[in-house]
Structure formats: C-alpha cells, structure tokens
C-alpha cells in the first residue's frame, strides 16, 4: 500500500521527478502521515480541495451522498454546516450558478481553509458568507437546504479509529461524544428554526445511529425523513424535509 501511495505522490505533486523535498515526504508518508496532507490537496466532485491547514480530509462517501442529492436541488440558499475545508459547500456552488451557500464552522483554522478552497476554486464572494459559528449560534439566516457532515464518531470507538486518523486528523471533527450524538442532538434541535417553508436538510452519521437519529427526529416534531445508504451499502444520510 506504501509503495502505491508513493507513486501517487511523485505522479501528483512532483510529476515523477525525484527531488530532495520529495524523499523528505516519503519520511511523512513513512510515519504515518495521511497521503492526502503529504500531497497538500485532494478532489472533491471535480474542485480542488487543498488541505494546508489541516481540516477533516473529505471522505468517498460524503462525495457520494452529497453528488446524489446535488442531483435533487437547482437554485436557492444553501447552509453548510460544520463545513470544515468547505468541499461540500464549494461543490454545491460549482454545480449551478443559482445556488447561493453560506459556510459555518466554529474553528479558525477551517474558517481559514474554507477561504483558501474558495479562492482556488474561483468562486465569486458574491455568492457566499464565512460565519464562525458553534452549531447555529452565529447563524441569523434562513435556508432553502443545509447540508450537515457533524462530528459524529463515539469516544467509545476511539480505539478502533486508524492510528494515523487519531494522530493527524483534527479531533474536533471527528467526536460527537459518548454515543456520538453531541452534535447532532444540538443540530436536529434548532435546525428547523433555520430553514424556509419547504426547505431541508441532509446530514451525515454513523450508520449504527439510524435508530438514534431517528427518535431524535420524533423528539424534535420533524415530519417527514428518509434515510439513504451510501456506495458501500450502509446507512450514511438522511434527509428531512421542513
């Protein structure tokens, strides 16, 4: 597996030309490092989603997830929430020009990074806003969708995460708490106080917290909800409509 990450490497950053900087990421790669923070960027739906500041690498099934419901909405205002390196909310604003998004997230590192992808990725300032927000508490608007990808994995499982993940990855992204649902309680409680008539929201979890999820919906007066399996046949979203 380190041989082919290897490869990628000098075919992606130093277009297969040994130079000392790249023996030196060898040694990153060697230690543990995630590929993806050694080559400094990775793909998100077609946009370029650089990784310079350390935030959450993207993962294949929230690319999944979110390129199924991007085939569900045109135009309108769009919330992404614990947005991260911002590569759900860059994604939806590179896939129609009608679509406004607002990104929030609570860390200054990710604030930072989410600026860095708009920017690479050509984004015009006039259809989006930055708030540094935990949860809703910076948010003032109202949304037509919001796309959720919340920290969600138990500190039970803490053990069972790869070593690498734990070492390099931010854990502020990673864990909801004891049974991972921390923030999505707090989410799926006030959600529905930002969204428009109609409107809906899409959030990612763990798929052993389908049943969680689900009394939380009940508990919270939401209506109507389906959940979605991703690439890899497990329970990986779940939409709700306002």
């Known amino acids: 597996m380190l041989e082919k990450e290897k490869s990628w490497l000098l075919k992606e950053k130093y277009n297969n030309k040994p130079t000392k900087k790249y023996y030196k990421d060898v040694e990153r790669l060697n230690s543990g490092e995630p590929l993806d923070y050694v080559i400094g960027f990775t793909e998100f739906l077609n946009c370029k989603i650089d990784l310079s500041r350390s935030p959450l690498i993207p993962r294949p099934e929230t690319e999944y997830w979110v390129s199924q419901e991007l085939k569900n909405i045109k135009s309108g ?4 929430i614990f947005s991260g390196s911002g590569c759900i909310g ?3 604003l590179k896939h129609s020009q009608s679509l406004l998004c607002d990104f929030a997230d609570k ?5 930072k990074q989410v600026k860095i992808n708009l920017k690479i990725n050509n984004i015009s300032s006039a259809r989006y806003k930055i708030i ?10 109202k949304y037509d969708y919001i796309f959720a990808n919340p920290p969600y994995i138990s500190t039970v499982k803490k053990n069972k995460i790869q070593k690498s993940v734990l070492k390099y990855e931010p854990k502020s992204a990673l864990f909801g708490g004891k049974d991972g649902l921390f923030y999505i309680r707090k ?5 529905r ?14 798929f052993i917290q389908k049943r969680g999820i689900e009394l939380l919906l009940k ?7 389906e959940f979605h399996k991703d690439q890899f046949s497990k329970w990986r979203w779940v939409s709700v409509l306002n």
């Not at 989410?187 to 959600?191: I, V």
């Not at 106080?193 to 763990?206: H, S, T, V």
């Not at 508990?219 to 909800?225: E, G, N, Q, R």
């Open 219 to 225: 508990k919270y007066s939401y209506k109507i909800w």
């Open 107 to 111: 860390d200054v590192g990710a604030i």
């Open 187 to 191: 989410f799926l409680k006030d959600a």
């Open 90 to 92: 860059i994604a939806i």
């Open 77 to 80: 205002k769009v919330l992404d």
């Open 132 to 141: 540094k927000s935990d949860v809703f508490d910076g948010v003032k608007s």
């Open 193 to 206: 106080n930002y969204l428009n008539p109609g409107g809906q929201i899409f959030m990612e979890f763990d």
